[in-house]
C-alpha cells in the first residue's frame, strides 16, 4: 500500500481551533508519537525507507519488528509506517479493515465532531493535529488511517494532483483506454505493469503462435486473417512498446536504451535470414527476443524517489 496518497488541501478546515472538543486529538499512536526523529522510533521499529519526494523533503518508511498492532481511538490498528519531512515525524500510517471504518469514524466523532468528506477520503482537522481515514477502493479490504500534523499536512496536500486525477475520471472511456494502454509519458510501478502487461502479451503471443502453426491462414489478397491480424497485432505493439517505456522510465533508465533495443532488433530481421535460414525465421527470432525484453522489464524494481520521468508511482 502506499503511503504517499495526495493530501486534499485542510487550510480551511485547520484554521479552526478545536473549540468544542471533549479532547485534543492525540499526537501519538502506539508507541510512535509525531514530531519524533527516526533515531527516536528506531527504539521500537525498524525503519525500512520505501521512498522519497525530494521536492517537498519528505521520505516514507515502512515499519516492522516492533507492535504490529496497537488500541487507537478504542479500535485495534495495524501500524503500516511513517512519514518524515525535515528529520521528524510529519504522518504515522495505520491500517484498519474497511469493515470496521464507519463505526471508527463514528467512534472519533464523538469526540472531534463532524467530519469533511474530500477526495476520497474523511478528514479530521484542526490547527495542531489532522485525522486522514481513506476510502476502500474497489477490491480493498483495508483503507488508511493518516494522523499527521496539521502544518506538515498544509505543507504536503497536492490541491493541483488531486484536480488534474478528478478531471481525468471525468473524461471518456476512450481517453481512459489510451492513458491505461498507450501512454508512454510517465512512470508504471512493478505492480501496475505486471497487472497491465499480460493483457497485450498473451494476445501477441497467440497471434505469434497461430502465424508459426497455421502459416495458410495468411495466404491471399484481402485475406480478413491478414486485415485482422495487422490491426490487433499493431495495437498490441504499439502498447507493449507504451507499458515498456513507461516502466523503463520508473526504473530510471533513458529511453535511449529502448531505442538501441529496437535497433538492434532492425539488424537482426534485416541481417538475420542469411544465418537463421530464411527471412521468415529472422522475424520470428526477433519476436521472441521481442517477447522476452517485455516480461525482463517486470523483474526490475523501479526507483525509489523522484526522478527526470516524474514522481514515484502510486500503485
Same mark, same amino acid.
Given at each position: 500500500?502506499?503511503? #504517499?496518497?495526495? @493530501? ?16 485534543? $486529538? ?25 521512498? =522519497? ?17 496497537? #488500541? ?6 495495524? *501500524? ?24 471508527? *469514524? ?19 482537522? #484542526? ?7 481513506? $476510502? ?29 486525477? =478528478? ?5 471518456? @472511456? ?10 508512454? !509519458? ?14 497485450? %502479451? ?7 503462435? *497461430?502465424? !508459426? ?5 495468411? !495466404? ?10 495487422? *490491426?490487433?497485432?499493431? %495495437? ?27 535497433? @538492434? ?30 516480461? !525482463? ?19
Amino acid at each position: 500500500m502506499a503511503m #504517499d496518497f495526495e @493530501i486534499p488541501d485542510i487550510t480551511e478546515n485547520a484554521g479552526k481551533a478545536a473549540t468544542g472538543r471533549k479532547q485534543r $486529538k492525540p499526537r501519538k499512536a502506539g508507541t510512535l508519537r509525531l514530531g519524533e526523529t527516526l533515531r527516536q522510533i528506531s527504539h521500537n521499529y525498524t525503519a525500512t525507507r520505501e521512498s =522519497e519526494d525530494e521536492d517537498k523533503h519528505v521520505e516514507f518508511y515502512s515499519l516492522s519488528e516492533g507492535p504490529e498492532k496497537f #488500541d487507537f481511538y478504542g479500535t485495534e490498528v495495524s *501500524i503500516v509506517g511513517v512519514c518524515v519531512r525535515n528529520k521528524k515525524t510529519a504522518a504515522i500510517y495505520m491500517e484498519l479493515p474497511s469493515g470496521n471504518r464507519a463505526d471508527f *469514524i463514528k467512534t472519533v466523532a464523538k469526540s472531534e465532531g463532524e467530519p469533511q468528506d474530500a477526495a476520497g477520503m474523511t478528514i479530521f482537522a #484542526d490547527t495542531v493535529t489532522s485525522l486522514f481515514i481513506t $476510502k476502500p477502493q474497489k477490491g480493498e479490504n483495508v483503507v488508511t488511517i493518516a494522523l499527521m500534523d496539521s502544518e506538515d499536512a498544509k505543507a504536503l496536500s497536492n490541491n493541483a494532483a488531486i484536480e488534474e486525477r =478528478e478531471a481525468e475520471e471525468k473524461k471518456g @472511456i476512450s481517453h481512459k483506454i489510451i492513458k491505461t494502454w498507450f501512454d508512454p !509519458v510517465g512512470r508504471m510501478s512493478r505492480k501496475t505493469y505486471i497487472k497491465r502487461m499480460p493483457g497485450m %502479451l498473451i494476445p501477441s503471443i497467440i497471434l505469434f503462435v *497461430i502465424t !508459426v502453426l497455421r502459416p495458410e491462414l495468411f !495466404v491471399g489478397e484481402a485475406n480478413p486473417f491478414i486485415v485482422g491480424f495487422l *490491426i490487433l497485432g499493431t %495495437l498490441c505493439f504499439i502498447s507493449l512498446i507504451s507499458l515498456g517505456m513507461r516502466r523503463l522510465s520508473d526504473i530510471g533508465k533513458s529511453h535511449w536504451y529502448y531505442w538501441i533495443f529496437f535497433l @538492434i532488433l532492425l539488424a537482426i530481421n534485416q541481417l538475420g535470414g542469411n544465418f537463421l535460414g530464411s527471412q521468415l525465421n529472422a522475424t520470428r527470432t526477433v519476436a521472441v527476443i521481442f517477447f522476452i525484453a517485455i516480461v !525482463v522489464l517486470a523483474f526490475f524494481p523501479g526507483e525509489a524517489k523522484k526522478n527526470k520521468y516524474g514522481l514515484v508511482p502510486k500503485d
